[in-house]
């Protein structure tokens, strides 16, 4: 039986793809106790490896030109130098995959996270990793097996969210609810409210794309076109609210109680460390959440965390990248919209909002639609097209 070259290439991603998503989801729960250290830089090694050998073989199979090879390494050095291995797995998959059906991939990620995400809550309630709990804000919140108990639902969103761009028009009753009831236990185990209102606000999108066809709308094309620079909006509107914070201003103080200090904890981020081109170093931030040994780490004296992902980034990995990030978000939306795409915009825009009290958007495991990134136009669009009566 003879194998195709691209069946060669899509089966060295896919190899890529699966065991990122296992292993580096994993790294958010108990789990990471059982591959951290050397092993856990070999699984790192190897994403990055098969993600190289998946683009050499493009380019010797001239599906692509050495140029985009020649990109590869380029953004893989850039990264390496401001984020370490992590981000390096991340943008090299999410480069490599340009030349991939986006909707394959979505799908296929949707199925594995929501298997994976099962498997780790069965396993805490089983006793074979730690499942910690911590009363705060008067309500008992339950980790899952998760080192941070806001983490669940973060997955679970992502996992909704790609179900409602692969399927659209296949949408499944029966599925929506299988989600709905995981998406209550996980709330009423750990009360993370953002990422539940996020996730009900996609299963009711399903239920009028299922069942009025929203996303084939033109009216709603015309619409979501207002919204191709959100993230530099957000972005510099993140910059401008927070840099000048003041605990005297009276709606700025009420926006950060409601916000829960985040505009606060944030301002003092950047007053102590600033920002530069390409990110501070040793940041001295100290978040909530558990050490591997499944000991709360959070002092709360010395609290401090960024949570707004637009901050969150600048700090970390520098004005440099934030820019570029921006930049390649704003023109992913753009092509969506020019082909329609009406879901994918309505994901990303939600996700840009999401980044304004949240920061985890920057892994394929919270957020699978970065792979939309570097993809062509034409694999952005939706197989249905729009007829000149649906237009309007």
Not at 17 to 22: A, E, G, K, R
Not at 61 to 69: A, E, H, I, R
Not at 135 to 158: E, H, Q, V
Not at 308 to 315: E, S
Request: hydrophobic fraction near 55%.
């Amino acid at each position: 039986m003879k194998i195709s070259i691209n069946s060669v290439m899509s089966m060295l991603y896919y190899l890529g793809l699966t065991v990122y998503l296992i292993f580096m989801t994993l790294t958010q729960t108990m789990f990471f106790n059982y591959f951290r250290g050397s092993a856990y830089v070999i699984i790192l090694i190897f994403i990055i490896g098969v993600s190289y050998f998946k683009e050499l073989v493009s380019v010797l199979s001239k599906n692509t030109g050495v140029v985009d090879l020649i990109y590869l390494i380029i953004i893989s050095a850039f990264t390496f130098f401001i984020g370490g291995n992590e981000l390096l797995c991340t943008t090299a998959l999410v480069y490599v995959s340009r030349d991939m059906e986006i909707k394959n991939i979505v799908k296929y990620t949707c199925f594995l996270l929501f298997i994976e995400l099962i498997i780790v809550i069965f396993a805490s309630k089983v006793g074979v990793i730690s499942s910690y709990s911590e009363m705060r804000g008067g309500l008992l919140r339950k980790y899952l097996g998760f080192r941070y108990f806001l983490y669940p639902s973060a997955i679970m969103f992502n996992i909704v969210a790609a179900y409602v761009y692969s399927y659209q028009k296949k949408i499944k009753l029966l599925t929506l609810f299988l989600f709905l009831i995981t998406t209550v236990y996980i709330y009423v185990n750990t009360y993370a409210k953002l990422s539940t209102i996020m996730i009900i606000f996609m299963l009711f999108l399903a239920m009028l794309e299922k069942y009025f066809k929203i996303f084939e709308q033109g009216y709603l094309n015309n619409l979501l076109r207002y919204f191709k620079y959100i993230y530099v909006f957000l972005g510099i509107l993140s910059i401008l609210i927070i840099g000048n914070y003041s605990s005297r201003i009276l709606w700025m103080e009420k926006l950060n109680y409601i916000l829960e200090d985040r505009l606060n904890l944030a301002n003092i981020s950047l007053n102590l460390f600033g920002a530069n081109l390409f990110g501070v170093k040793n940041l001295q931030w100290q978040g909530n959440g558990l050490s591997l040994s499944g000991i709360p780490i959070l002092n709360t004296m010395n609290y401090l965390y960024v949570d707004n992902f637009y901050i969150n980034i600048m700090q970390q990995y520098g004005i440099v990248f934030i820019v570029l990030l921006l930049i390649l978000l704003t023109v992913t939306i753009t092509k969506a919209v020019n082909v329609k795409s009406n879901c994918l915009v309505i994901i990303l825009v939600v996700f840009a909002f999401h980044g304004l009290i949240d920061n985890l958007m920057l892994t394929l495991y919270y957020n699978i639609f970065l792979i939309t990134l570097f993809a062509k136009a034409s694999s952005l669009q939706d197989k249905n097209k729009l007829t000149e009566e649906e237009k309007w």
